[in-house]
């Protein structure tokens, strides 16, 4: 259909705007602040000399403790899975605006989402947000299922919820506020 076309065209658009050139421009501070605050000999170390001595919560400091050992420092490698969140974050928006709503308002939020500046800018950064924002939408996926279709009430669909809340809350501390009113 037309409107699937679209969604394709968005989140294609969306993967290009975000990949497009992204590991040209320097790492910044609060990048190299969270590679060296990743850059242990340990886990623990990492916690008590990094994670401890930081205001943000543990979960993407430890994630780029092992996404680092695995694939190095390298600007590319260091902001590609933060990418990645922004794309899907694009898909998940489209899918609550959806359910909520309708397929317009999901289009137009994934489109606003997808090719706005500054969430393409946030999304290209290691930094906490991108990673947030996708947690916290797939929280309210999650629950939107749970809530709103009877056959989604099964032990996949709170298991995800879990999840997602549990990783909103490591990640962000205004991901963890999203939830608390």
């Not at 850059?39 to 001595?53: A, H």
Request: hydrophobic share 50%; aromatic share 18%; proline share 3%.
């Amino acid at each position: 259909t037309i409107n699937r076309s679209l969604l394709i065209i968005i989140i294609v658009a969306s993967a290009v705007l975000r990949l497009y050139n992204y590991s040209s421009f320097s790492i910044t501070a609060d990048e190299v602040s969270a590679i060296n605050r990743a850059q242990f000999s340990s886990f623990g170390d990492m916690i008590e000399l990094g994670v401890c001595k930081d205001t943000h919560p543990a979960g993407v400091q430890a994630f780029l403790y092992y996404w680092i050992k695995v694939f190095g420092i390298s600007e590319a490698s260091v902001r590609l899975p933060f990418i990645l969140a922004g794309i899907l974050s694009v898909l998940l928006i489209y899918l609550i605006g959806k359910k909520w709503f309708n397929e317009t308002v999901g289009l137009l939020a994934s489109a606003a989402l997808g090719l706005l500046i500054f969430p393409i800018a946030y999304n290209q950064l290691a930094r906490p947000y991108s990673p947030g924002l996708l947690f916290s939408l797939s929280t309210v996926f999650f629950w939107t299922k749970f809530f709103f279709e009877e056959q989604s009430k099964n032990k996949w669909v709170i298991l995800g919820f879990v999840f997602s809340l549990v990783c909103a809350l490591y990640t962000h501390y205004f991901s963890c506020l999203l939830y608390t009113s």
